[in-house]
């Protein structure tokens, strides 16, 4: 199993950025699927992106498309969630997440990281 810690969340404006980050520990990192989900207050979890472990399939969930952009640096054991032209409704707490297959599913998941708050002001 590999562990995960997020960083980077924080207070932004309406139309700010931020870019989230995920440090993995383990030396098979790149062999991961990685993902990242939110939960936004009383509100299931949900999914945001994945990226396959090469890097060459992504997903986005709809309503971030255009504004984030997942990434990886497998050398760094580090996956990345830049976040563009944020709205009050990306207000979450965000999560990363590894597993075997890239998807959308949180089945597709098996270690999970403690969470980022990201708060949009409007």
């Known amino acids: 199993q590999v562990q995960l810690v997020e960083s980077g969340g924080g207070l932004v404006q309406t139309g700010g950025s931020l870019r989230l980050s995920c440090a993995a520990s383990?030396?098979?990192?790149?062999?991961?699927?990685m993902g990242w989900f939110r939960q936004a207050p009383r509100k299931e979890r949900e999914f945001v992106a994945a990226?396959?472990?090469?890097?060459?399939?992504?997903y986005y969930t709809d309503s971030v498309k255009g504004r984030f952009t997942i990434s990886r640096d497998n050398a760094k054991n580090t996956v990345y969630l830049q976040m563009n032209s944020l709205k009050p409704e990306d207000t979450a707490v965000y999560y990363c997440?590894?597993?075997?297959?890239?998807?959308?599913?949180?089945?597709?998941?098996?270690?999970w990281g403690q969470g980022t708050q990201v708060t949009v002001s409007s």
């Open positions: 997440a590894a597993g075997w297959v890239a998807g959308t599913a949180e089945a597709n998941f098996g270690s």
């Open positions: 383990g030396r098979t990192f790149s062999s991961y699927a």
């Open positions: 990226i396959s472990w090469t890097g060459g399939s992504i």
